[in-house]
């Protein structure tokens, strides 16, 4: 089944024509309706079989977080922001994250695809009546610079860059169109970085729409070190592969190398060797590894020990946000590396614009101050870093958002993939995940301390 000829993936994020002065009500209501027109061509595009089939273990059936969006939206806008009777108030419990991992959800009484669009569409028509009522001045927590309309479409947002996910590890012909990205400018980039020494603000307590986890702001000092001034390319860990990266257990992370020996890792996800060359799967096409690009879905695990083999280091993450927003001239932090203004394309490959990453080196307007280039979109870069929470954290509106992940269990990865939507991505915005996880957009960078002489201050 593929999609009509109007229905590719490059219309799913429309431009982002509302001005960042809007007033709060249109800006949350261009969020939600960026988020649902996304929603509904990642679904409409497959048949109810596939909708309702599991993909992969590590993955929902489709049809379920289809409904799930609309639950969360059920519970936060309809009951929560405009304290209305919920649409189905008996789904809550199917619809649970906590209480329903993602294997088993195949087998709980799911609503059917049709149901769960009707669903969706009821209780979309609820929501923005109440945000039609609300008061973005309103010193309620949740409406206050209309909070939790942000929230919900980011949550709608994060959930399609995981339905995504679904569809690279889906079988099948090919369902999903876009162009491709634009090539990186034919210039001569340094292989790093110097990123001064010195304090910086790290997250943030004025976005409105920030989450928990990225708040409050609070100083950090971090010395001075050395980026990459591009995410690692394909080429680059092929080179890794080929000194038999796989097979020295001296660059791996202990957990890592067991890993690697229990399930017998020797190269990124998707990736297979035919006749002397290493050809990928990419949402049902099959192609030859792009050497240029960044190379995505490995692990941390992964990530960690090709720093390692290569004589570097994966950044913290507050090196990597430090790198990302620090202008050393004002010194203040940026909302993103390019500064205030919102992502656009000329900034970074987001939104699903793409269904891949951009060559190493893209993007020149989206650079950062220290010149990092593509620390925002392409692919989640993952950090060094456990995720904790910062000095001062307060759960808000629920404990299950972050609260409950904290700790050694979880890595941090920063900076959003192609995949990632501009409104669920910033340079204060952490994401986590197991480090053993490789079918999310992943990729990294690596650092290094700078030397005595490189320690300037900014």
């Keep these: 089944m593929t999609t009509p000829p109007d229905s590719t993936l490059s219309d799913s994020t429309p431009p982002d024509s509302t001005p960042p002065d809007a007033p709060v009500r249109e800006l949350a209501l261009a969020a939600l309706e960026q988020a649902r027109l996304r929603t509904l061509l990642l679904t409409d595009c497959l048949d109810e079989a596939q909708l309702a089939a599991q993909h992969s273990p590590l993955m929902s059936p489709l049809v379920w977080d289809l409904a799930h969006i609309g639950s969360q939206e059920d519970i936060w806008l309809v009951r929560g922001a405009g304290a209305l009777p919920g649409v189905r108030p008996d789904l809550d419990d199917l619809y649970d994250a906590f209480r329903h991992p993602r294997a ?38 949740l409406l206050n610079g209309a909070f939790v309309f942000g929230m919900v479409a980011q949550h709608e947002q994060q959930h399609d860059e995981t339905m995504l996910a679904t569809h690279q590890l889906r079988r099948g012909e090919p369902v999903l169109f876009a162009p491709d990205p634009p090539a990186a400018p034919a210039a001569d980039l340094p292989a790093e970085v110097l990123v001064p020494g010195g304090d910086f603000t790290m997250g943030t307590s004025t976005d409105p729409w920030a989450l928990d986890n990225e708040r409050p702001a609070h100083r950090v000092h971090v010395a001075a070190f050395h980026l990459d001034t591009m995410p690692v390319t394909n080429a680059a860990y092929l080179e890794f592969i080929d000194a038999g990266g796989y097979r020295e257990p001296r660059w791996w992370h202990p957990l890592g190398w067991e890993h690697v ?29 792009a050497p240029e690009e960044p190379v995505v879905h490995v692990s941390w695990y992964e990530a960690d020990a090709y720093a390692r083999w290569a004589g570097r280091r994966l950044p913290t993450e507050a090196e990597w946000e430090k790198a990302a927003r620090h202008d050393p001239d004002t010194g203040r932090s940026r909302t993103y590396p390019w500064g205030e203004a919102q992502p656009a394309e000329a900034h970074a490959n987001l939104g699903q614009r793409h269904l891949g990453p951009a060559p190493a080196g893209a993007y020149p307007q989206g650079a950062a101050p220290a010149g990092a280039r ?19 954290f307060t759960a808000f509106p629920y404990a299950e958002y972050s609260e409950v992940f904290f700790g050694s269990d979880y890595k941090v990865l920063r900076g959003g993939s192609f995949g990632t939507a501009p409104v669920a991505v910033r340079g204060t ?30």
């Design 104 to 141: 088993g959800r195949p087998a709980l009484p799911l609503l059917s695809p049709d149901e769960a669009r009707h669903y969706l569409a009821e209780v979309r028509e609820r929501a923005l009546k109440v945000l039609a009522d609300s008061d973005p001045e309103d010193e309620n927590p």
């Design 261 to 289: 020996r229990r399930t017998k890792l020797h190269a990124p996800l998707f990736w297979q060797r035919e006749g002397g060359r290493w050809l990928r799967r990419s949402f049902g096409r099959t192609e030859p590894v």
């Design 374 to 392: 593509q620390l925002i979109g392409d692919v989640w870069e993952w950090t060094s870093s456990d995720f904790t929470p910062y000095p001062g």
């Design 429 to 458: 915005f952490r994401n986590w995940d197991y480090p053993i996880r490789r079918q999310i957009f992943a990729g990294f960078r690596t650092a290094r301390d700078a030397g005595p002489d490189a320690r300037g201050a900014s």
